[in-house]
């Protein structure tokens, strides 16, 4: 497609329940990116792929998070879980490999 | 230091021109990016410039880019009530395509009649 596409657009979960995000990123993109914003205007890098490749997934929380882009599948986020500070907007994004990243509409995540 | 700085707010009239500054850190940076960012919606690209240039335009969009002092800002000409929303900066540290985003602080551009 020629916008990433994200899913759910809200998503509520109770606290230690897990919630999974979904995202498809625009054709021909190579790299996807996961970002989370947590407070209004501050946005945390979580990770990136390169096609199905882990490219770089130094911001993810290592006990909690997971990550996954297969081929022919939306890409997704797994929190196990949840905690209460993991409320927050989860935003896809996808590049080639020059130029911009164009982000998707986002997942907001409300954890109780 | 890792922090992109902003200023937080700027509030122009209908009709004049805005400009958005922006200190990044990084020298090894390739690219710099503007977002914008209306409410309750994701970010849209507006433009990008690549780190050898020190100037990109694109219609009411001017970027200009001091390297020597880290230094980005947009300047939005004839702003209009519908460019009120939150600007934010970014910028690629190094070559790799799957490099993370740094993101500024934001700046809240609020337009007035």
């Known amino acids: 497609g020629e916008e990433v596409a994200q899913t759910p657009k809200h998503l509520v979960r109770g606290e230690g329940q897990k919630a999974k995000l979904y995202c498809a990123p625009i054709?021909?993109?190579?790299?996807v990116f996961w970002y989370q914003q947590v407070l209004k205007n501050e946005f945390k890098f979580l990770i990136s792929?390169?096609?199905?490749?882990?490219?770089?997934e130094t911001g993810m929380p290592k006990e909690r998070f997971s990550a996954k882009c297969l081929p022919n599948s939306p890409c997704s986020l797994e929190i196990q879980a949840t905690k209460l500070e993991d409320s927050a907007v989860y935003f896809c994004?996808?590049?080639?490999?020059?130029?911009?990243?164009?982000f998707g509409p986002g997942t907001r995540l409300t954890v109780l | 230091g890792e922090d992109v700085e902003q200023s937080l707010f700027l509030s122009v009239r209908e009709g004049d021109s805005s400009v958005i500054n922006c200190t990044y850190t990084?020298?090894?940076?390739?690219?710099l990016y503007w977002y914008k960012q209306e409410p309750g919606a994701g970010l849209q690209l507006l433009t990008y410039?690549?780190?050898?240039?020190d100037m990109k335009q694109d219609q009411r969009l001017t970027v200009l880019l001091n390297k020597k002092d880290k230094h980005l800002s947009l300047r939005i000409a004839d702003t209009q009530t519908g460019d009120s929303a939150i600007y934010f900066c970014?910028?690629?540290?190094?070559?790799?395509?799957?490099?993370?985003?740094?993101f500024g602080t934001g700046t809240q551009l609020k337009v007035e009649l």
């Open positions: 054709k021909g993109h190579s790299y």
């Open positions: 410039i690549f780190s050898n240039m």
């Open positions: 970014a910028e690629k540290r190094g070559t790799g395509g799957g490099n993370k985003l740094t």
């Open positions: 990084d020298s090894s940076s390739t690219y």
């Open positions: 994004a996808s590049s080639r490999n020059d130029g911009g990243e164009f």
């Open positions: 792929f390169q096609n199905e490749n882990v490219f770089d």
